[in-house]
């Protein structure tokens, strides 16, 4: 079962390898090689049907602090241009709140203060980026389980989506997981990296941490919580930006 989890972290540099340079040039230029996209894809429907047979709450390794790595690179977009994010990282986020709704029998507004004051969970995990590299690094935050509990989701609600307050080539940025994901008890509401609040390059002031998926799928820069029955009609429909664009399969267990 083991070789069957790690197979999709194998086949990225597996397909990276092949696809000789691309990797300096980042993930856009990576995945216009049709051989490795392909390679990933169809491996989409094999992990997430081997991570939901080991059960709801396997976890993802955790590692201890003599593990961390000395630098840890960020991902995606590393600032935020929009004028109200500017001014909120200039208040240190005093005033902002993160909005969670949609099918939700009681939308929630939570300022950052009152996240911290949930039950805090911190882990040391390590980040597989789709580009072949990978770093270990501490994350605490609230779970997301309990706040949408807090919520109250209603029956038909299916997927969480993540919108972010970054645009990337300038379209909204966003992600999406279902619900068992969602309820796993390593997917946290992260505000803090290594035992700092987290910077903008990573994502401040929230980020998620689904550490069962890639990379792509922790969302940075994250505002808003949507509950949803389903992904259509949600941007392109197929549950992120990445996605939206056919670069990356919408599960990306590992």
């Given at each position: 079962?083991?070789?069957?989890?790690?197979?999709?972290?194998?086949?990225?540099?597996?397909?990276?390898?092949?696809?000789?340079?691309?990797?300096?040039?980042?993930?856009?230029?990576?995945?216009?090689?049709?051989?490795?996209?392909?390679?990933?894809?169809?491996?989409?429907?094999?992990?997430?049907?081997?991570?939901?047979?080991?059960?709801?709450?396997?976890?993802?390794?955790?590692?201890?602090?003599?593990?961390?790595?000395?630098?840890?690179?960020?991902?995606?977009?590393?600032?935020?241009?929009?004028?109200?994010?500017?001014?909120?990282?200039?208040?240190?986020?005093?005033?902002?709140?993160?909005?969670?709704?949609?099918?939700?029998?009681?939308?929630?507004?939570?300022?950052?203060?009152?996240?911290?004051?949930?039950?805090?969970?911190?882990?040391?995990?390590?980040?597989?980026?789709?580009?072949?590299?990978?770093?270990?690094?501490?994350?605490?935050?609230?779970?997301?389980?309990?706040?949408?509990?807090?919520?109250?989701?209603?029956?038909?609600?299916?997927?969480?989506?993540?919108?972010?307050?970054?645009l990337y080539n300038g379209r909204p940025y966003y992600e999406s997981i279902d619900l068992?994901?969602?309820?796993?008890?390593?997917?946290?509401?992260?505000?803090?990296?290594?035992?700092?609040?987290?910077?903008?390059?990573?994502?401040?002031?929230?980020?998620?941490?689904?550490?069962?998926?890639?990379?792509?799928?922790?969302?940075?820069?994250?505002?808003?919580?949507?509950?949803?029955?389903?992904?259509?009609?949600?941007?392109?429909?197929?549950?992120?930006?990445?996605?939206?664009?056919?670069?990356?399969?919408w599960y990306a267990g590992i």
């Amino acid at each position: 079962m083991s070789r069957l989890i790690l197979s999709r972290r194998h086949l990225i540099r597996a397909g990276a390898v092949g696809a000789g340079g691309l990797l300096l040039s980042g993930c856009d230029k990576l995945f216009e090689n049709r051989t490795f996209r392909e390679t990933l894809e169809s491996a989409e429907d094999l992990h997430q049907a081997t991570q939901r047979t080991l059960g709801r709450d396997a976890l993802a390794r955790e590692f201890s602090r003599a593990d961390m790595s000395p630098m840890f690179r960020a991902n995606g977009s590393r600032e935020v241009a929009d004028a109200v994010y500017q001014r909120h990282l200039q208040q240190d986020f005093a005033q902002w709140s993160l909005r969670v709704d949609g099918l939700v029998e009681r939308p929630l507004d939570l300022p950052l203060s009152m996240l911290k004051g949930f039950r805090q969970r911190t882990q040391i995990t390590r980040h597989d980026c789709v580009e072949g590299w990978s770093a270990i690094g501490q994350w605490t935050g609230p779970q997301l389980g309990p706040l949408l509990d807090l919520a109250r989701l209603k029956p038909e609600a299916n997927y969480i989506v993540f919108h972010c307050a970054d645009l990337y080539n300038g379209r909204p940025y966003y992600e999406s997981i279902d619900l068992v994901d969602a309820f796993h008890p390593q997917t946290i509401l992260a505000w803090a990296m290594n035992g700092k609040p987290l910077e903008q390059a990573h994502g401040a002031p929230l980020r998620l941490r689904v550490e069962r998926q890639l990379g792509y799928k922790h969302a940075k820069f994250v505002t808003r919580v949507e509950a949803v029955a389903s992904l259509d009609g949600i941007y392109g429909g197929k549950g992120g930006y990445w996605e939206d664009n056919g670069a990356y399969a919408w599960y990306a267990g590992i």
